[in-house]
């Protein structure tokens, strides 16, 4: 290829290298010089152009790009056309992207004219989605260098393997303390997972955390017509002869490998049973996020085979996060235990309440805000922060006499966020989570606050802890510390409950049996109705 500046005149047939702009005049770059831009170029006074010129022996870069796309894309592939040396490539279904690392790497050896990207192996796909490209760096490529990629071609390097499994059958086990809804969420997020496979679960079966009781239900959806089996454990798979594992066996499986070089995802059990695959998922599967089960059910549910060999390569580059539920060493270890900090948010404007300030109505002689605060203060959550905003010297003045640290938070219009950053930064840093309370809930009482701080147990899990009523939550709800960055995040007039649903695995339900964690007032008509309920008791 030829390549270099040459006058207007010259430049007739060649390609324009850069793009020109000069008074009218707009040539863009990779233009071929015809008669119609000689003209233009003289007109505006050009007398130099650089342009690239396509030799005997060479392959111009849009021909290059496509006759390699054509033969690089294997199943499931589509080459589009190429334009400005680059041809894309395309999934014609869903399924899971399979590459051949090594031919594409000898591709993108062979000259650095030719370069061939796609996406992560074994990604799932949707139809339409692009998964590769291929780009010639210059205007035009020997033809040498294309004959030896199109060798390395010759058997398609990037295909979509299409889903084939389509049944799925799951068996959870249980264990004291596991509540029916983390069984129903993780089959809700499981069917999830399976949606875009066109998966489905076709038997489900539930029975007690032992050998035997789990090989008979292992044994039943496999008879039921499952493709593939997935065992949610009610305690995590801690060695090959726990209860998992052993029940597979017990049922004349395999177990092909356990334990995976990823994070989250580590204990994962990979087996077969019947020429049928089938899974001992990690804990981690039991939340949407992404982790190392997704990995190999994905590529299961597209019938490619998963090895030990495939399990243990997936280290290098593999999933690596921090997991919120994961004990985290303190800097100084608390000597007297837990300690929970209260933040109580009373800085809002009423303006649901016609003009009154409800944090100051009172009942049987006590401000709301008053209320919150004295039951704060009786019960074991140290130090209590007050968040004062509007007509903070009334709202300061229901608080006279109690020890509680007073925060104003100037910023009180924004929003219900704006508080909570104010109330968080306030507390030492020897806290281990805050119970934020609302200052219009004066139905909360300091028994709640204790039974909801005495379930924060972050070496078990419970990072977020929140008051349930018949299925329904409620608050005030305790925050470990670990999520007072994304606390103090929040912007606007909103509170945390996306964070809650985000982080399913790190919340622990406390089931009520009143209607206090989930009266709050708003209104006069909820002031009036409230206060003839604690005045008449």
């Given at each position: 290829?030829?390549?270099g500046?040459?006058?207007?005149?010259?430049?007739?047939?060649?390609?324009?290298?850069?793009?020109?702009?000069?008074?009218a005049?707009v040539?863009?770059?990779?233009?071929?010089?015809?008669?119609?831009?000689?003209?233009?170029?003289?007109?505006?006074?050009?007398s130099?152009?650089?342009?690239?010129?396509?030799?005997?022996?060479?392959?111009?870069?849009?021909?290059?790009?496509?006759?390699i796309a054509?033969?690089?894309?294997?199943e499931g592939?589509r080459?589009?056309?190429?334009f400005?040396?680059r041809?894309?490539?395309?999934?014609?279904?869903?399924?899971?992207?399979?590459?051949e690392?090594?031919?594409?790497?000898?591709?993108?050896?062979?000259?650095e004219?030719i370069?061939?990207?796609t996406?992560?192996?074994?990604k799932p796909?949707v139809?339409?989605?692009?998964?590769a490209?291929?780009?010639?760096?210059?205007?035009?490529?020997s033809?040498?260098?294309?004959?030896?990629?199109?060798?390395?071609a010759?058997?398609p390097v990037v295909?979509?393997?299409?889903?084939k499994?389509k049944?799925?059958?799951?068996?959870?086990?249980l264990l004291?303390?596991l509540?029916?809804k983390?069984?129903?969420k993780t089959?809700k997020?499981?069917m999830?997972?399976?949606?875009?496979?066109?998966?489905?679960?076709?038997?489900e079966?539930?029975?007690p955390h032992?050998?035997?009781?789990?090989a008979?239900?292992?044994?039943?959806?496999?008879?039921?017509g499952?493709?593939?089996a997935?065992?949610?454990?009610?305690?995590?798979?801690?060695?090959?002869?726990d209860?998992?594992?052993?029940a597979?066996?017990?049922?004349?499986?395999t177990?092909?490998?356990?334990?995976?070089?990823?994070?989250?995802g580590?204990?994962?059990?990979i087996?077969?049973?019947?020429g049928?695959p089938?899974l001992g998922?990690p804990?981690?599967a039991?939340?949407?996020?992404?982790?190392?089960?997704?990995?190999?059910l994905?590529?299961?549910?597209?019938?490619?085979?998963?090895?030990?060999?495939?399990?243990t390569?997936?280290?290098?580059?593999?999933?690596?996060?921090e997991?919120?539920?994961?004990?985290?060493p303190?800097?100084?270890?608390?000597?007297d235990?837990?300690r929970i900090a209260?933040v109580?948010?009373?800085?809002?404007?009423?303006t649901?309440?016609?003009g009154?300030?409800?944090?100051?109505?009172?009942?049987?002689?006590?401000?709301l805000?008053?209320i919150?605060?004295?039951?704060?203060?009786?019960?074991?959550?140290?130090?209590?922060?007050?968040v004062t905003?509007?007509?903070r010297?009334?709202v300061?003045?229901a608080l006279?006499?109690?020890?509680?640290q007073?925060?104003h938070?100037?910023d009180?219009a924004?929003?219900?966020?704006?508080?909570l950053?104010v109330?968080?930064?306030?507390?030492?840093?020897?806290?281990?989570?805050a119970?934020v309370?609302?200052?219009d809930?004066p139905?909360?009482?300091?028994?709640?606050?204790n039974?909801?701080?005495?379930?924060?147990d972050?070496?078990?899990?419970a990072?977020v802890?929140?008051?349930?009523?018949?299925?329904?939550?409620g608050?005030?709800?305790v925050?470990?510390?670990?999520?007072f960055?994304?606390l103090m995040?929040?912007?606007?007039?909103?509170?945390a409950?996306?964070l809650?649903a985000?982080y399913?695995?790190?919340v622990?339900?406390?089931?009520?049996?009143?209607n206090?964690?989930?009266?709050d007032?708003?209104?006069?008509e909820?002031?009036?109705a409230?206060?003839?309920?604690?005045?008449?008791?």
């Amino acid at each position: 290829m030829k390549f270099g500046p040459v006058a207007p005149a010259e430049a007739l047939g060649g390609t324009a290298v850069h793009t020109i702009r000069q008074g009218a005049l707009v040539l863009k770059k990779g233009t071929v010089i015809g008669p119609s831009e000689v003209a233009a170029l003289q007109a505006a006074g050009i007398s130099q152009i650089t342009v690239a010129r396509v030799e005997a022996g060479d392959v111009s870069e849009d021909q290059a790009a496509a006759e390699i796309a054509k033969a690089v894309a294997g199943e499931g592939v589509r080459a589009d056309r190429a334009f400005t040396g680059r041809a894309n490539l395309f999934a014609e279904s869903a399924g899971v992207l399979v590459v051949e690392r090594d031919a594409i790497d000898k591709l993108n050896r062979i000259d650095e004219a030719i370069t061939f990207a796609t996406l992560p192996a074994y990604k799932p796909v949707v139809a339409g989605e692009m998964i590769a490209t291929v780009k010639i760096i210059p205007f035009a490529v020997s033809k040498d260098a294309e004959r030896q990629a199109l060798a390395i071609a010759s058997k398609p390097v990037v295909r979509v393997a299409p889903y084939k499994i389509k049944k799925i059958g799951v068996v959870s086990t249980l264990l004291p303390g596991l509540a029916a809804k983390v069984v129903e969420k993780t089959l809700k997020v499981t069917m999830e997972r399976l949606a875009p496979a066109g998966a489905s679960i076709i038997a489900e079966r539930r029975v007690p955390h032992e050998q035997a009781a789990l090989a008979k239900a292992l044994d039943e959806v496999l008879k039921a017509g499952a493709e593939l089996a997935v065992v949610f454990g009610a305690s995590a798979i801690a060695d090959r002869r726990d209860v998992i594992p052993a029940a597979l066996e017990a049922i004349g499986g395999t177990v092909e490998h356990f334990g995976m070089p990823v994070d989250p995802g580590n204990l994962m059990l990979i087996g077969s049973a019947r020429g049928l695959p089938v899974l001992g998922a990690p804990g981690c599967a039991r939340s949407p996020k992404e982790n190392g089960f997704d990995w190999v059910l994905m590529r299961l549910l597209a019938g490619l085979p998963v090895s030990r060999a495939d399990i243990t390569g997936m280290g290098v580059g593999g999933l690596l996060m921090e997991i919120v539920t994961r004990p985290q060493p303190r800097v100084e270890p608390m000597a007297d235990g837990r300690r929970i900090a209260a933040v109580i948010l009373a800085a809002g404007r009423s303006t649901r309440m016609g003009g009154l300030n409800k944090l100051t109505a009172e009942i049987a002689g006590r401000p709301l805000v008053r209320i919150a605060a004295e039951e704060a203060l009786a019960s074991r959550a140290r130090p209590v922060v007050v968040v004062t905003g509007h007509e903070r010297e009334r709202v300061e003045a229901a608080l006279k006499g109690l020890n509680v640290q007073r925060e104003h938070n100037p910023d009180f219009a924004a929003g219900l966020s704006t508080s909570l950053k104010v109330g968080l930064a306030a507390l030492p840093p020897e806290v281990d989570g805050a119970i934020v309370c609302l200052g219009d809930m004066p139905q909360v009482r300091a028994s709640l606050i204790n039974q909801l701080t005495a379930a924060f147990d972050p070496e078990r899990g419970a990072l977020v802890v929140v008051p349930s009523i018949e299925g329904k939550r409620g608050n005030p709800v305790v925050w470990s510390r670990r999520f007072f960055p994304e606390l103090m995040a929040l912007e606007g007039d909103v509170g945390a409950r996306h964070l809650i649903a985000r982080y399913p695995e790190a919340v622990a339900e406390v089931p009520v049996t009143d209607n206090a964690a989930l009266i709050d007032v708003d209104t006069p008509e909820a002031l009036i109705a409230v206060r003839a309920e604690l005045e008449g008791s």
